[in-house]
């Protein structure tokens, strides 16, 4: 069964940062992009970040600078390093790779 395990949320600060992973139990990991989303309370999920088969990466305007998503294929494991990071940035925070999504991690960013 193909599963993405998310890990890495928490509570920070304003202006500290958090690496979230997900973790992929599936054969052909390389073969599809991964993309990172984010759904705050009352709002529709948006999209943060996307990475190609070939490393291609791109953001959100609101994230750009700030975040780094990144893959790494013989791991299986994709990643969303967040930097700087303000309290509008507090959501559920999702991986997505194929059509299967990840279970979600609380990003909270308060003082």
């Known amino acids: 069964q193909v599963q993405l395990v998310e890990s890495g949320g928490g509570l920070v600060q304003p202006g500290g940062s958090l690496k979230l992973s997900c973790a992929a139990s599936?054969?052909?990991?390389?073969?599809?992009?991964m993309g990172w989303y984010r759904q705050a309370p009352g709002k529709q999920r948006e999209w943060v970040a996307s990475i190609t088969t070939g490393g291609t990466t791109n953001y959100a305007d609101s994230v750009k600078g700030r975040f780094t998503i990144s893959r790494d294929s013989v791991k299986k494991t994709g990643y969303l390093q967040m930097n700087n990071l303000k309290p509008e940035d507090t959501s559920v925070y999702y991986c997505?790779?194929?059509?299967?999504w990840g279970q979600g991690s609380q990003v909270t960013v308060s003082s």
């Open positions: 599936v054969r052909n990991f390389s073969i599809y992009p």
């Open positions: 997505k790779w194929n059509d299967i």
